[in-house]
């Protein structure tokens, strides 16, 4: 048996593992009612325990620049990416600490199951729910070709199969445990992914620290091959302090807005479940992401001259690991693309069947659609969905990373402030949020194309200013549309 097929059995038979739990999950809806299957199929039953809760927030966060982007940064600019990258660290602690009590309450009172729910809920405007499907279907389609094309494009270079080969058997086995199993699938596979991940970056991270002769060794080594890689700011300055400033906006203060991690906070069973989860969940993700990094900078003392930075973490699983257990580790990489795929997709399912197709054509009532429709419907709008972001992945386009970046700014241009600000000032209205998610995804698009200089600051800074001041600016305008 050739080392290539080695590699694959693990993973074949972590993706069947999948489809089984979603499998699994799909007999839990089997007796509901419309109502019932919809809160099971899109929120699990409000069933989530601390543990699950805690896992699928950092699995839904994690994606394919956590395993990839992030660790081939870290191996061309050094330590200063890995103390970047460790602006992550609260990230679950942020979600549950100021969305997850107040959004439980409110989603649990106005039977929420989706954000664009408690959106209607809370500002009582077609306008807003209509502009947030948009904004969710379109980022989140672009979001989910990204992170496609980066399972491939690993799986082939892992395994050397073709790229074809990587995307149908990754991305077919996404859409389907996903379409079958819908939200409870999504979350335990969550949880097993989050574990997958741990425990992959600490088998790299030991294999890298011992190939390279020892932490002080790397260091040592880093050291004489440019002094920068072990500075704070990076070689020449690369890491500037306006940089990094906007990254405790883009995956810090912004991650509030990302609507797959804001559902979590609807899903889970008690506040004894969210308190576990924020504990659980930032030890769990700062252990991750300090782990992966430091084996991405590390990794240069091993690999002093790869070609590209992304070859980083593929490279050191593949060169430094069994080829059996390079198949096990792979997985890690997969996990976090696969666990970020499926929260967005059943976000946009969502989105299409209860907040437009129920909303608007069955006047919000889902009783008026059978449970056995609604299944299908359900079954058939995730299946089609994905499957027409694995086609359009079948010829890549460039610049994948950027695309990425933008799809997710531009959901936090559009979600962050009528969500957090929504919760927390009664005055805020639907003309507030009117001109915030218009004011917000304008600026951010604008800024993206024309590139201005802003001395180094990312455009997501300046666009969440804009939206803050737009949706402070048109509630106080209006005051009569205060809910």
């Known amino acids: 048996m050739n080392a290539s097929t080695q590699i694959v059995i693990p993973v074949v038979v972590y993706l069947a593992a999948s489809i089984g739990i979603a499998l699994w999950a799909r007999g839990r809806s089997d007796g509901a009612t419309s109502q019932g299957f919809i809160e099971e199929y899109f929120l699990g039953s409000r069933s989530m325990g601390g543990f699950v809760l805690a896992m699928t927030i950092v699995a839904s966060y994690a994606s394919a620049s956590s395993f990839v982007g992030g660790p081939g940064v870290a191996y061309r600019l050094g330590l200063s990416w890995v103390l970047l990258a460790m602006i992550q660290v609260p990230t679950v602690f942020l979600t549950l600490g100021i969305l997850g009590k107040r959004f439980a309450i409110v989603a649990r009172e106005t039977r929420s199951v989706t954000i664009t729910d408690y959106l209607r809920a809370r500002y009582r405007s077609d306008t807003v729910v209509i502009l947030c499907s948009l904004a969710l279907i379109v980022f989140f389609m672009t979001a989910m070709l990204a992170q496609f094309i980066g399972g491939a494009r690993l799986f082939q270079t892992v395994t050397g199969y073709p790229y074809a080969v990587g995307l149908a058997l990754f991305g077919l086995s996404v859409v389907l445990y996903t379409a079958v199993g819908g939200f409870r699938a ?16 600490v088998v790299v991270l030991l294999a890298v620290i011992k190939a390279g002769g020892g932490v002080a060794q790397c260091v040592a080594t880093l050291r004489d091959i440019d002094p920068g890689l072990i500075s704070p700011t990076g070689p020449n300055n690369a890491v500037p302090q306006p940089f990094t400033l906007s990254f405790w906006v883009l995956v810090g203060i912004g991650v509030l807005g990302l609507p797959q991690t804001a559902q979590r906070c609807m899903g889970y069973r008690d506040s004894r479940a969210m308190h576990q989860a924020m504990v659980v969940g930032t030890l769990f993700i700062g252990f991750m992401i300090l782990c992966v990094h430091l084996a991405g900078a590390f990794g240069r003392a091993v690999f002093p001259e790869l070609p590209a930075g992304d070859l980083a973490m593929p490279t050191l699983i593949v060169q430094l690991l069994p080829p059996v257990w390079a198949g096990i580790f792979i997985a890690g990489p997969l996990a976090a693309i696969m666990s970020t795929v499926d929260s967005m997709l059943l976000l946009v399912s969502a989105a299409i069947i ?114 803050a001041v737009g949706f402070v600016a048109g509630s106080l305008a209006h005051p009569g549309k205060e809910n």
């Open 186 to 201: 999504v979350v335990m596979t969550d949880a097993i992914q989050g574990l997958v991940m741990t425990t992959a970056v």
């Open 354 to 467: 209860k907040d437009l197709y129920i909303q608007y054509r069955l006047h919000g009532d889902a009783a008026a659609m059978p449970v056995a429709t609604l299944k299908k419907a359900s079954f058939a709008i995730t299946a089609v969905v994905g499957l027409l972001v694995v086609v359009a992945a079948i010829e890549p386009p460039d610049l994948l990373v950027w695309i990425n970046i933008f799809a997710f700014g531009g959901l936090e241009a559009a979600f962050l402030c009528p969500i957090v600000l929504g919760l927390y000032w009664k005055r805020g209205n639907a003309a507030g949020a009117i001109t915030s998610i218009l004011g917000g995804v304008g600026a951010y698009i604008i800024l993206s194309l024309i590139k201005p200089d802003m001395g180094g600051l990312h455009a997501i800074v300046p666009t969440t200013l804009v939206s």
